[in-house]
């Protein structure tokens, strides 16, 4: 019998989240979920908007992440959308994002959903929050770039 191969990819991503933070560093954790969660992942309804990470007794917990359950996968379980979920971390790595969180300042956020094989990793970073004017020079230098990008391409021509 073959082999059973996943979609290969990213299952769902914090767009706004490298908008708003400064990222510093990165992590990749395994994350827990039940059966109907992983249908629902393989389905397209899962969503990082606003998610972030707490540590209560030296373990890591995804907060604010909604997995939408199915209606057909579902109807034995009381599912909860946005209960909070483990992260799988090894012990250097929790102790490192507890000392930075307890830092004025920083968070560890959520930034991506995705395959490895056939578990389900979640990509987290320690973050620095970007004030108003930081957000404005960031827009300010992408426009610029692509003014740039548009003007290369149309010189070429």
């Known amino acids: 019998m073959a082999k059973k191969t996943s979609k290969p990819g990213v299952i769902a991503r914090n767009r706004k ?5 400064e990222l510093e560093r990165t992590f990749e954790a ?18 990082l908007v606003d998610s972030y990470v707490t540590m209560h007794d030296g373990e890591a917990f995804l907060n604010g992440s909604r997995i939408e359950p199915l209606a057909s996968a579902s109807t034995h379980v009381v599912a909860a959308a ?3 979920r483990k992260l799988l971390l090894h012990d250097y790595e929790l102790g490192q994002i507890y000392s930075a969180v307890q830092t004025r300042g920083r968070t560890c956020i959520a930034l991506s959903l995705y395959w490895k094989g056939q578990r389900v990793k979640c990509e987290i970073a320690l973050a ?9 020079q960031l827009l300010r230098e992408r426009d610029l770039k692509l003014e740039q990008q ?3 391409r149309e010189s070429s021509y």
């Open 128 to 136: 620095t929050g970007r004030k108003k004017y930081d957000k404005r």
């Open 82 to 84: 946005d209960r909070s």
């Open 150 to 152: 548009r003007e290369a």
């Open 17 to 21: 989240a490298r908008f708003d933070y």
């Open 30 to 47: 395994g994350i827990v979920l039940e059966g109907w969660e992983v249908k629902s992942i393989r389905s397209g309804k899962a969503s």
